[in-house]
C-alpha cells in the first residue's frame, strides 16, 4: 500500500508562479511515470504532465512552456514549477504515480489533490 500526498496549492494572481509537490509514502520498491492531472469546477479531469522514472517528461499542449515537471528518485517526490499562471490554470491538481510495492505488486494511485486558484 502507497500513499500520494500533494501540497503546495493556493491562491496566486495572473502571471505568477507556483510549485506543487507531490510525496509518495508506504511501502514502495519502485515508482515508474508519474503525473499530474487537474479538475476544473464543471469539467472533467485532464492531463498536465508526465514524468518517467528517467526523467523524460510530457506535457499537455495548454501548459507547454509554462509548467515544468520533474522528481527527486530518492525522495519518492514529484513536482510541477507552474509559471505565468492563468486563470484557466485553476483547478485541483492531483498526482497520480505507477508504484511497485515491496510485495513487487503494481498499482496505479492517485492523491487527494490540492487547490490551485489563480485571480485576475
Known amino acids: 500500500q502507497a500513499q500520494l500526498v500533494e501540497s503546495g496549492g493556493g491562491l496566486v494572481q495572473a502571471g505568477g508562479s507556483l510549485t506543487l509537490s507531490c510525496a509518495a509514502s508506504?511501502?514502495?520498491?519502485?515508482?515508474?511515470?508519474m503525473s499530474w492531472y487537474r479538475q476544473a469546477p464543471g469539467k472533467q479531469r485532464e492531463w498536465v504532465a508526465t514524468v518517467t522514472s528517467g526523467g523524460s517528461t510530457n506535457y499537455a499542449d495548454s501548459v507547454k512552456g509554462r509548467f515544468t515537471i520533474s522528481r527527486a528518485n530518492a525522495q519518492n517526490t514529484m513536482y510541477l514549477q507552474m509559471n505565468s499562471l492563468k486563470p484557466e490554470d485553476t483547478a485541483v491538481y492531483s498526482c497520480?504515480?505507477?508504484?511497485?510495492?515491496?510485495?513487487?505488486?503494481?498499482?496505479?494511485?492517485w492523491g487527494r489533490g490540492t487547490q490551485v486558484t489563480v485571480s485576475s
Open positions: 497520480h504515480a505507477d508504484i511497485t510495492s515491496t510485495t513487487r505488486a503494481r498499482t496505479t494511485y
Open positions: 508506504g511501502s514502495i520498491f519502485s515508482i515508474n511515470a
